[in-house]
C-alpha cells in the first residue's frame, strides 16, 4: 500500500531561521511527488512537483528536492507569511492523479 | 488567476438525510475530483471523474456516493444517506493535466 509519512508535525522558527521539513514515502511507480500549503480553513495551494531522483524545485524561500525514498522542503530566512501547513502527496502508478498525502507539517514562524 | 470554487462553504445535515455539494472547476479543465479530510487525518482521495464518466474511485466511494458534471460548468457530489462518520472537509479539484488545482472545501457536519 502506498504511504507517505512527514516530519516533523509541527515546527516553530523564528523569522530568518532556515529549516527542511522531511516526506518519506513508499509509492509504487512513482509519476509525481507534490509539495502543497494548506492556509486554515484553505484548499491546498500547489507549490512544487518534483518526478525524479536529484531534481529540485526553487520559488522564492522555498526549495523542494527529491531522492528515491525522500524530498524534503527546505525553507531559507522564513518570514511569518510562511506560515502553514505544508502537505506532500506521491502519485503512484494507481490511477492517474490519485494522490496520497500525508498528515502535513504545521509551520509556525514567528517575528 | 482562475480558481476552483465550492458551494457552500460549510453544510448541516442531520443523519440519514441527502446532501449535494457542489463544485465549479477551472473553466478549461477536463479531469476533476472529489478528496476529503476528516479532521486531524489526511486528505484523501475519493473519486476521479474525466469524459463524463468516473475514471478512478476509493473504497471509500461506495454506493452511497456519487458524481455528476449536470451541466458545462458545475461538477457535484452528492451523499444519499449521510452517516456521522461523513463529517469532514470535502475539496473539490481539477486539473488540465497535473497538478491538482483544489478548492477552499465544504465542511460537512452531521448531526
New interface residues.
Given amino acids: 500500500e502506498d504511504q507517505v509519512t512527514q516530519s516533523p508535525e509541527a515546527l516553530r522558527l523564528q523569522e530568518g531561521e532556515s529549516s527542511s521539513l522531511n516526506c518519506s514515502y513508499t509509492v509504487s511507480g512513482l509519476r509525481?511527488l507534490?509539495w502543497?500549503r494548506q492556509d486554515p480553513?484553505?484548499?491546498?495551494?500547489?507549490l512544487f512537483?518534483l518526478y525524479s531522483a536529484g531534481e529540485e524545485k526553487e520559488k522564492e524561500r522555498l526549495k523542494a528536492t527529491l531522492t528515491k525514498k525522500e524530498s524534503f522542503l527546505h525553507i531559507t530566512a522564513p518570514k511569518p507569511e510562511d506560515s502553514a501547513t505544508y502537505?506532500c502527496?506521491g502519485?503512484g502508478n494507481?490511477?492517474?492523479?490519485?494522490?496520497?498525502?500525508?498528515?502535513?507539517t504545521r509551520l509556525l514562524v514567528s517575528p | 488567476e482562475p480558481e476552483v470554487t465550492q458551494t457552500p462553504s460549510h453544510q448541516v445535515t442531520q443523519m440519514g438525510q441527502e446532501v449535494i455539494l457542489r463544485c465549479v472547476p477551472i473553466s478549461n479543465h477536463l479531469y476533476f475530483y472529489w478528496y476529503r479530510q476528516i479532521l486531524g487525518q489526511k486528505v484523501e482521495f475519493l473519486v476521479s471523474f474525466y469524459n463524463n464518466e468516473i475514471s478512478e474511485k476509493s473504497e471509500i466511494f461506495d454506493d452511497q456516493f456519487s458524481v455528476e458534471r449536470p451541466d458545462g460548468s458545475n461538477f457535484t457530489l452528492k451523499i444519499r444517506s449521510t452517516k456521522l462518520e461523513d463529517s469532514a472537509m470535502y475539496f473539490c479539484a481539477s486539473s488540465e493535466s497535473s497538478p491538482l488545482h483544489f478548492g477552499n472545501g465544504t465542511r460537512l457536519t452531521v448531526t
Fill in positions: 509525481g507534490f502543497y480553513g484553505k484548499g491546498p495551494e500547489f512537483t502537505l502527496a502519485e494507481t490511477g492517474f492523479q490519485k494522490l496520497v498525502f500525508g498528515t502535513g
